[in-house]
């Protein structure tokens, strides 16, 4: 019988096996893996706490909402470097894209609009650093950006 309803570690391991199938390398799985577990918790501490990974019943179009994602995303401009934040996101992208052909996801809550925004952080960090900026004033910067991008997105 194929199960309908997962919970987040069952997605996690569906997509993992969906990864190894596609023959992506031990290392690309291992990090999409570990990508899609940090934003998971990251989202039920910040987000759902009502949730938990072992929560039988997990509606990703509730959880990974594009509000919640974009929040996401805003925490890490402000938490990790430029490279850490683009691989990320593109984990996130290629988990969406599955969970929506799984029909987990009525629709990816990562469009490529928001992909030429990560794209544009990634270029203003490396022109912060060209210019002689501290690590700690890059992400002030990408984080203010981040945040301005967010409200007006939202208007």
């Known amino acids: 019988m194929i199960k309908s309803v997962y919970n987040l570690l069952d997605y996690q391991a569906l997509y993992q096996t969906f990864l190894i199938s ?6 690309t799985v291992k990090n999409y893996f570990s990508d899609l577990n940090h934003c998971f918790k990251w989202l039920i501490k910040t987000m759902n706490s009502n949730y938990s990974v072992l929560a039988p019943q997990i509606n990703l179009n509730k959880f990974m909402t594009v509000r919640a994602l974009d929040k996401y995303f805003i925490y890490l401009h402000r938490n990790f470097d430029s490279s850490t934040v683009n691989r990320r996101y593109i984990s996130i992208q290629k988990f969406c894209s599955f969970a929506v052909a799984e029909k987990w996801l009525q629709k ?3 469009d490529e609009d928001q992909k030429d925004d990560h794209v544009s952080m990634h270029g203003f960090e490396q022109y912060l650093s060209r210019q002689g900026n501290s690590k700690k004033t890059k992400k002030q910067y990408s984080a203010d950006i981040s945040e301005f991008i967010n409200v007006i997105s939202s208007n």
């Open 22 to 27: 596609q023959k992506y390398s031990k290392s």
């Open 108 to 110: 990816s809550p990562i």
